[in-house]
């Protein structure tokens, strides 16, 4: 069974009040994650993953499409037992302090007021806030109510959790720690579905990722298999080498960085056999400090979607036909 | 405890530390207060106006207090996005409304039994002052414990317009649910006038709307007893039940229509 599935779920809007127009948030969107997953939805901003999230809420309902949530459709009640969720941005009761408004929702669970308390306070503890959990939460910062969403999303061990924009207004050692509590929510068997637009949280995190552009999925899959044999170039760490040897090898690279105290590193295409270069390089007194292939990172893989997808045609006034 | 009575716990110990409610429930005593000094400067009077103008201060701003919170209740929640946490939980919609409006009923009965208890330590206050032999001229006891009734269409006259308010709040904005709860309000005190418009000169086109208007807007005036209990008048307990039991049926329908309106409501 899925931790999350959509089949071909979709959400058109109408904007403008004088002169409405169609306008796609969602095409058929079909993806799966599977239980103790930590998958990453990313794309640019206004891509569709705060509406998919909205949609697996149930905060808005598909113009087709459906979705299930541990094999239960999204509509079912009692499936929002089992899940946790972080709204993007959220906000909270004011004149609620952060332990009120743990205790408020862990009742809402149905756990006695007493669990509530033990819950709220060990919650609390894990996202970081300290004495400050008996303000009321109109004092707190925007990161301190990020650390309390991230908090309430928890409050019932959920099985699988839908996090929007977590590290959102976090500074970076609360990103450290969010980064942190995710990885032991998967530890846990824990589903993790996390919105993102910061690439480097998904790379460190996940292990399948989907993104989206102007409402469409333009690839999902594993990162490793997103990523793999996409290596686009070797980098050559050389040391004791003369300027005058690299003048010499020039036009076979496409990079060359100066490092300082005779050291350069060089960026080979792939159809250049390093080994050949390195043993021409040793033959004039070099010393190799490192060989790595240049992979692809995910920001270049994500960069390359959203590109492909307006060549493509995907750009387009996402009104529907 | 029922998700219904949460939700309404919740909204009690928000609401109840709310700080336009403070404010509004601060004033109203003042205003209690000061008709104290007013009535110095009438002759015989002094406890008619005392009792007149606190009950018009308690009921003045306990409308305020239902419309100004009761709109927030959904349509701030909405803006502000806080409603996402909650829906995301094991609760439906119609709950949430359930809950929302009870929790707010129960915040304007403290704030309105905190303004009886101010209002009836000023009238105190008059009794313990003012010379038996002044007394005498009073129409009722300053202590009269029919002001009581008073309080308690106020607070049916509350219900009514928390649940306009939470009407209006699950499908406009909140400055639109305020204009249109206050509107009905108003509107819903002049009721009897709506039924008669033609005896104003009216045109028959107006008449008719007016007349639509009648049957379809709730009837306040029941509501208001305050002269009779000033008086010294009876109010039946046929007409608190009568006047209760029409406002709670409109009461219950217009929570029925938040409800199916809310339940197909998107959160864009």
């Known amino acids: 069974m899925d931790a999350i599935r959509t089949d071909g779920l979709t959400k058109h809007y109408t904007k403008g009040f004088w002169r409405p127009r169609p306008y796609v948030a969602l095409e058929e969107l079909s993806l799966q994650v599977g239980q103790g997953e930590v998958f990453g939805f990313l794309g640019p901003n206004g891509a569709g993953k705060t509406t998919t999230l909205k949609l697996l809420m149930q905060l808005i309902f598909p113009t087709s499409g459906r979705a299930e949530i541990l094999g239960r459709p999204v509509g079912d009640v009692s499936v929002r037992r089992r899940i946790g969720y972080l709204p993007e941005n959220p906000y909270f009761y004011d004149?609620?302090?952060?332990?009120?408004?743990?205790?408020?929702?862990?009742?809402?669970?149905?756990?006695s007021a007493q669990d509530g308390r033990?819950?709220?306070?060990?919650?609390?503890?894990?996202?970081?806030?300290?004495?400050?959990?008996?303000?009321?939460?109109?004092?707190?910062?925007?990161?301190?109510?990020?650390?309390?969403?991230?908090?309430?999303?928890?409050?019932?061990?959920?099985e699988v959790v839908f996090l929007d924009e977590p590290m959102s207004g976090l500074d970076p050692l609360g990103r450290r720690e969010v980064r942190e509590l995710i990885l032991r929510l998967r530890d846990k068997g824990c589903a993790v579905f996390f919105s993102s637009h910061v690439l480097s949280d998904a790379e460190a995190l996940c292990s399948r990722v989907a993104v989206v552009v102007k409402g469409r999925l333009a690839a999902t899959g594993r990162l490793s298999e997103l990523l793999a044999n996409r290596a686009r170039a070797w980098e050559?760490?050389?040391?004791?080498?003369?300027?005058?040897?690299?003048?010499?090898?020039?036009?076979?690279?496409?990079?060359?960085?100066?490092?300082?105290?005779?050291?350069?590193?060089?960026?080979?295409?792939?159809?250049?056999?390093?080994?050949?270069?390195?043993?021409?390089?040793?033959?004039?007194?070099?010393?190799?400090?490192?060989?790595?292939?240049?992979?692809?990172?995910?920001?270049?893989?994500?960069?390359?979607?959203?590109l492909a997808s307006n060549e493509a045609g995907i750009v387009r006034e996402r009104t529907a036909s | 405890m029922s998700a219904v009575l949460i939700v309404a716990r919740g909204v009690f110990k928000d609401s109840i530390r709310d700080r336009v409610a403070y404010n509004l429930v601060f004033f109203a005593i003042l205003l209690m207060a000061s008709s104290y000094l007013l009535a110095q400067l009438t002759a015989g009077q002094d406890v008619k106006i005392i009792k007149d103008l606190g009950l018009a201060a308690a009921s003045l701003m306990g409308v305020l207090i239902a419309v100004f919170i009761g709109i927030g209740l959904v349509a701030k929640e909405v803006e502000r996005r806080s409603i996402y946490s909650l829906l995301s939980k094991p609760i439906t919609r119609s709950q949430f409304?359930?809950?929302?409006?009870?929790?707010?009923?129960?915040?304007?009965?403290?704030?309105?039994?905190?303004?009886?208890?101010?209002?009836?330590?000023?009238?105190?206050?008059?009794?313990?002052?003012?010379?038996?032999?002044?007394?005498?001229?009073?129409?009722?006891?300053?202590?009269?414990p029919m002001l009581l009734k008073a309080f308690a269409l106020i607070s049916v006259e509350l219900m009514l317009v928390t649940a306009l308010a939470l009407f209006f709040s699950t499908f406009s904005s909140t400055f639109l649910s305020a204009s249109l709860t206050l509107a009905v309000y108003i509107i819903g005190h002049f009721s009897d006038d709506l039924r008669s418009l033609e005896s104003f000169g009216a045109s028959p086109v107006v008449s008719t709307v007016g007349r639509w208007l009648y049957y379809a807007l709730p009837n306040l005036a029941p509501l208001n007893v305050t002269e009779a209990v000033v008086h010294g008048h009876q109010v039946s307990l046929q007409h608190m039940l009568l006047a209760s039991g029409s406002i709670g049926l409109y009461v219950a329908v217009l929570l029925v229509a938040s409800t199916l309106i809310f339940e197909r409501r998107d959160f864009k």
């Open chain 1, 236 to 306: 050559l760490v050389i040391a004791n080498v003369n300027q005058s040897v690299i003048e010499r090898i020039k036009p076979r690279l496409t990079g060359v960085t100066a490092l300082g105290e005779g050291r350069f590193s060089l960026e080979l295409p792939l159809t250049v056999a390093p080994e050949k270069l390195l043993s021409e390089l040793v033959a004039t007194g070099g010393h190799l400090v490192s060989l790595n292939p240049v992979r692809e990172t995910l920001e270049d893989f994500f960069v390359q979607q959203v």
């Open chain 1, 95 to 111: 004149n609620l302090t952060a332990e009120e408004l743990l205790i408020y929702f862990a009742r809402v669970f149905g756990y």
């Open chain 1, 118 to 158: 033990a819950r709220a306070s060990r919650l609390l503890d894990e996202v970081g806030i300290g004495p400050e959990r008996r303000f009321q939460l109109r004092k707190f910062s925007k990161g301190m109510i990020q650390r309390v969403g991230i908090a309430q999303a928890l409050v019932n061990d959920p």
């Open chain 2, 97 to 144: 409304i359930l809950g929302k409006y009870l929790g707010l009923v129960f915040t304007l009965v403290v704030n309105l039994a905190v303004m009886a208890i101010a209002y009836y330590i000023v009238l105190a206050c008059l009794d313990w002052l003012t010379p038996e032999s002044a007394k005498k001229a009073w129409e009722a006891a300053a202590l009269d």
